[in-house]
């Protein structure tokens, strides 16, 4: 089991949960019942610190959220390895996307194609993550897009 993997997916989802909620991190923590910095908050949504089942339950109640049913989400997506270490991209085949959602991602990829003499490039997880952030989704629902576009595929 990749503890790492499964700390990233649950960060994602509370991140996912609270935007959709259009909450800034420091609204959330005003919410909680006990004492959290916002700082503190963006590292369970980076998967770069763990949280405690009781503050796990608490972020849960907080955003209407089941406990179970956000794990299972976790579990799913860490067990069919939805969030890849890097996927190759088209960068001439995304700047021309139809996807109303990927707006964002088409004007960076023409930019990039016009700096670029390379079409094609690796996107890793942090790249992935910003350009996520840029076009409003999470990590998976932009990889989803991305490999349903020809010319992209895993690294």
Known sequence: MDGAAYQRAL???????????????????QRLPGELSAQALAS?????RSCTVVRFVELCGVLDASPHDLLERVHQVVAHEEYPAALRVDLNRL???EHHELIP???WAAAEVARHASP???????????L???????????VRLLRTEPGTDLA
Request: charge should be positive; charged fraction near 35%; glycine fraction near 6%.
């Open 132 to 142: 996520a952030s840029l076009c409003g989704l999470t990590v998976l629902d932009l």
């Open 120 to 130: 094609v490039r690796e996107l890793d997880y942090p790249a992935l993550e910003s």
């Open 105 to 107: 991602a088409r004007r």
């Open 44 to 48: 369970y949504e980076t998967g770069t």
């Open 95 to 97: 700047s021309h996307d």
């Open 11 to 29: 960060g994602l989802e509370l991140r996912r949960l609270r935007l959709r909620r259009k909450w800034t991190r420091a609204q959330l923590v």
